[in-house]
Nanobody, 116 residues
């Protein structure tokens, strides 16, 4: 079992920065893709960014050029550096870890609030 634990959310002003971190505990040898999703009130949970074990990345169009995802395979951690934050980035951010056998493991989420 892989359990993601997020940290680093909080309050930022528009134009500011925040960094989210997620650490995987449990059967860490099975981690494949690591990523971040977000869900704003009344909206569906959407992909923000994800990164494969080999370092291939995918970003939502809305965050390209502002957010950067990175991971440390040795520590099984994934970070999301968020710059030039906008009020529309306000959401609960969830870490998702996918194992090599296709199982998805969600973190409990961390709130990010961006004030205008």
């Amino acid at each position: 079992q892989v359990q993601p634990v997020e940290s680093g959310g909080g309050l930022a002003q528009a134009g500011g920065s925040l960094r989210l971190s997620c650490a995987a505990s449990g059967r860490i040898f099975s981690v494949d893709v690591m990523g971040w999703y977000r869900q704003a009130p009344g909206k569906q949970r959407d992909l923000v960014a994800r990164i494969t074990r080999g370092g291939n990345t995918k970003y939502a169009d809305s965050v390209k050029g502002r957010f950067t995802i990175s991971r440390d395979n040795g520590k099984n951690t994934v970070d999301l550096e968020m710059n030039s934050l906008k009020p529309e980035d306000t959401a609960v951010y969830y870490c998702l870890i996918t194992s090599f056998n296709g199982m998805d493991y969600w973190g409990k989420g961390t709130q990010v609030t961006v004030s205008s």
